[in-house]
């Protein structure tokens, strides 16, 4: 008898084939929300793979300089939308100093703000 579960992600029952702790299913915006889950556990928890990965963004932005430039000649909605999200976002920064909605908006990266701490002499970035 196979065994079955439901996807965290769009709680549809599939079986277990393989692995018995999977808990997304094999259809493809379950499995990009898996990998999206992933992602985000790593980058938070490991420096190394932080520093990986910010390295690798820095090599591709200098090997392709234009790319943003072209795209958004290229993609004249995604630049109007990008505009007025970007002029909801300056509004919000208004209101309130800190905003949670940068994932809307391409290279969000630069958006985080570093926060420096300093507790018990020591200083860290959150």
């Known amino acids: 008898m196979e065994r079955k579960r439901a996807c965290i992600h769009c709680h549809r029952l599939f079986a277990l084939v393989r692995n018995p702790q999977q808990q997304f299913c094999s259809h493809r915006l379950c499995q990009n929300m898996r990998k999206s889950n992933w992602h985000r556990a790593k980058h938070k928890q490991d420096s190394d793979y932080r520093g990986n990965q910010s390295q690798a963004c820095k090599r591709w932005r200098k090997k392709n300089p234009n790319y943003w430039k072209q795209y958004r000649a290229t993609h004249p909605d995604y630049t109007d939308s990008n505009r007025q999200k970007q002029k909801q976002h300056k509004q919000m920064r208004r209101k ?17 703000v570093k926060i420096s701490v300093i507790t018990n002499g020591y200083s860290y970035y959150k």
Do not use: V
């Not at 949670?100 to 985080?112: G, M, P, V, Y």
């Open 96 to 112: 309130k100093p800190l905003c949670s909605e940068t994932s809307q908006f391409a290279n969000s990266d630069a958006l985080i």
